[in-house]
């Protein structure tokens, strides 16, 4: 399945939805340019990869790279994941430590709040 983003703005924040597979490919490189662009309008971005099938060695170093180029930038990225596959691939490669991820869309909304409001 080929990777489907749906965005939703909420003041500063944008909330992107995705589904399919984040895997090698022109794929990746099209999300993370996606991402970055919406970071250098908003605050933050809240990535729900709830419906995410897949992620590959190439979809994770995408990720990364992606939250460390929104530090560098003083911008911020909380992950939403509930799906079995992408909790355990984060778990077993300690990345579940790294990057701040959370099981609702809510919860990562509500995070910003609590860190520091969005300006």
Known sequence: M?????????GDLVVLHCRGRLVIGGEIAG?????EKLLT??????LD????????????????GLFTWASSEKREIRLV???QHV???LRRIRLDKVLM??????????SFSEAEAPR
């Open 41 to 46: 309008e908003k605050h933050g971005v809240v």
């Open 31 to 35: 999300f993370r340019e996606e991402v």
């Open 2 to 10: 080929v990777l489907r983003t749906e965005m939703r703005i909420l």
């Open 101 to 110: 991820a959370y099981t609702s869309e809510q919860e990562a909304i509500a």
């Open 87 to 89: 909790t355990e691939l």
């Open 49 to 64: 990869l709830s419906d995410i099938e897949h992620i590959d060695s190439i979809g994770l170093a995408g990720l990364v």
């Open 81 to 83: 994941y509930s799906g």
